[in-house]
């Protein structure tokens, strides 16, 4: 199911491949594990050629969490996606996570239209799924410019690969890092 007047063409399958590719080459670059969370942001708009926001593909949408949630999944790491601006860009997240977080939960439910294709799949494919205002999570994608930066721990650290588009979406990948604190006597290595 799709936007009226979105790329239909596109191989769902080769963006399968991709989406897996660049997260092991992440995922060898950056340690995540049990206990760990990562946020998706997904334009499924503008994988598919159209702004952010001017059309979606649901088939999409799946595709990108099915992919995200195994992956993550043998790595016991935890998957929270961002909404649209038109939930203010909450995140559904597993109800246990929320809760060994305390992170307060909202009432939405993410549709296409209102929070977008990949948040209302990961909505679907959840075992408990609940939307969240705010977390601190350790790494993430953004995918289509949606800005998940509000999401990401202090200090954000983007993490270049070799790939930077999806489709026709542009592709970042962050991590986060400790602050340093002190100052010019301070020593952040033994």
């Known amino acids: 199911m799709s936007q009226p ?3 239909e063409n596109l191989d769902i399958a080769l963006i399968k491949t991709q989406i897996a590719a660049m997260m092991t080459d992440f995922l060898e670059k950056v340690e995540v594990g049990p206990g760990d969370v990562f946020v998706l942001g997904c334009s499924t708009s503008e994988i598919c050629g159209a702004n952010i926001g001017k059309g979606f593909s649901q088939d999409m949408g799946d595709a990108v969490i099915d992919t995200m949630l195994s992956l993550l999944a043998e790595r016991g790491a935890a998957l929270a996606v961002q909404c ?3 939930l203010n860009r ?3 997240v597993e109800g246990e996570v929320a809760r060994a977080h305390h992170w307060e939960i909202v009432t939405a439910v993410p549709v296409p239209e209102a929070g977008g294709a990949a948040a209302a799949s990961a909505f679907h494919k959840f075992t408990n799924p609940v939307l969240v205002e705010h977390i601190s999570a350790s790494c993430g994608i953004d995918i289509g410019d949606t800005f998940i930066g509000m999401h990401i721990r202090h200090v ?3 993490v270049r690969l070799s790939w930077n588009t ?3 979406a ?3 990948f962050v991590k986060s890092r400790p602050k340093y604190i002190g100052g010019e006597r301070a020593c952040y290595q033994l």
Do not use: K
Request: hydrophobic share 45%.
């Open 156 to 158: 954000a650290v983007p």
């Open 166 to 168: 999806l489709g026709s």
């Open 5 to 7: 007047g979105v790329y």
């Open 170 to 172: 542009h592709v970042t």
């Open 90 to 92: 909450a995140l559904v």
């Open 84 to 86: 649209c601006e038109h």
